[in-house]
């Protein structure tokens, strides 16, 4: 009986753990978490933060329904060290554990910039659910909010806070909101219906120091201008967690290097989700993180019998009622590449199509979902849509037709 032992209990750990045992029912299977909760839906964190879903529903299954399946889970288990020639994981009890297959997906944290201040009370970072009870206690006392960072985190994350009651003022370093998600206008659509809402932002803003005495009172930014809140988010992007691996002596860059069967530069040592770098790239979201799981199972169930070619990057934003999906290469630009656009102020609906090679690379759609799923087929497939150009953006034209 082989005994797979994985490292992490977020999406990538638990997708891979429940891929094992439906491929290898006989297997002894073991998933080690530092928290003390089970596996749980870490993109509906701000809706717990807002108040609207009780902790209990964040929960994914119960751990009842875990051991049922042969998957044995252990909780507030912190593994300190991987010693691959020996297969062996050291525990921060002092314990220890065998493995013949080894999967990491220890996932990322919260990256925080050297601010002046960061240390005080009232400034968090939100990756876990702890972050998320300590802020939602924290927001129950004051009036007024800053979020550093406008990506999707940051503004689902200021959303809720919105919605507790809190003034929020948010700070993007870039010209715009969300630049790797959407372009100068799309982000002009985005801003403009968010604000309707009682978001305030500043774009273009460095932040230079967190002010007040030991609690938060507000931010400077680089160019002078202050931004008062009593409570501080800094939302600022993840970094992967490869201490363990580069301890071991893994090969390790932004993140832990694997092949396409999700190997890394050890034996029997498989990586998935937020920890993973796959030629170049640490993806940093949950399509990947599941897509990378059921390649990496596959492979310590049998080896060399999946391969991973990467994933083509899709995320979406909702935020009361406005739908974001961001597909592919989506704010391409430049030589070779040709831009469909059509924006409607007054609805909030953007459309973007970026095309290379008479082949769709990227897309935005913003308040209207209808073509996610053709465009998103079209973009895997780099099918030659250039008879069609001029009428992509034609409500007439089936783009599900054309996908096929």
């Known amino acids: 009986m082989q005994r797979y032992v994985i490292v992490g209990n977020g999406v990538a750990g638990v997708t891979a753990a429940q891929s094992i045992v439906r491929t290898d029912p006989a297997a002894e299977v073991h998933i080690f978490g530092e928290e003390p909760y089970p596996y749980y839906q870490r993109p509906r964190l701000w809706e ?30 912190q593994v300190t060290a991987l010693d691959s020639a020996e297969h062996r994981l050291t525990l921060a009890d002092g314990g220890s554990i065998h493995y013949d297959r080894l999967l990491l997906a220890t996932g990322a944290q919260p990256f925080v910039p050297p601010l002046a201040g960061a240390d005080k009370d009232g400034v968090f970072t939100l ?5 998320a009870r300590a802020m939602k206690a924290y927001a129950s006392e004051v009036r007024s909010a800053v979020v550093i960072g406008c990506g999707l985190l940051g503004l689902e994350t200021a959303r809720a806070l919105l919605s507790l009651g809190l003034g929020v003022s948010m700070i993007e370093s870039a010209p715009h909101l969300l630049p790797r998600q959407l372009d100068a206008e799309g982000a002009q ?10 978001l305030h932002f500043l774009t273009d803003g460095a932040t230079e120091a967190i002010l007040g005495n030991r609690h938060a009172m507000g931010v400077r930014l680089e160019d002078g201008r202050v931004v008062e809140g009593e409570l501080v988010l800094i939302s600022t992007g993840i970094r992967s967690r490869v201490e363990l691996a580069r301890e071991a002596g893994l090969e390790v860059n932004r993140g832990l290097i694997v092949d396409e069967q999700l190997r890394t530069s050890t034996a029997d040592v498989y990586a998935a989700g937020d920890v993973a770098e796959f030629e170049g790239i640490v993806y940093g979201i949950i399509p990947a993180a599941t897509e990378q799981a059921h390649v990496a199972a596959a492979n310590m169930v049998a080896d060399s019998s999946a391969t991973y070619k990467g994933t083509v990057p899709a995320t979406t934003l909702k935020i009361v009622g406005i739908d974001l999906t961001s597909l592919g ?9 040709v831009v469909l656009r059509q924006m409607d102020l007054t609805t909030g609906v953007y459309r973007r199509l970026a095309l290379r090679d008479g082949k769709i690379v990227g897309a935005i759609l913003l308040g209207d979902t209808q073509n996610v799923r053709p465009l998103k087929q079209l973009i ?25």
Do not use: C, P
Request: net charge negative; charged share 25%; proline share 0%.
């Open 329 to 337: 290469d989506a704010t391409a630009m430049g030589d070779g590449v």
């Open 380 to 404: 895997a497939t780099g099918r030659d849509v250039s008879a069609y150009s001029d009428r992509l953006l034609d409500e007439n034209l089936d783009l599900e037709a054309l996908a096929q």
């Open 48 to 77: 717990f933060l807002a108040g609207e879903i009780e902790q209990q529903t964040l929960y994914f299954r119960s751990i009842e329904w875990y051991a049922a399946k042969g998957i044995q889970v252990h909780l507030g288990a």
């Open 127 to 131: 990756r876990t659910l702890d972050d």
């Open 189 to 198: 659509v985005l801003q403009a219906r968010l604000e309707v809402m009682g």
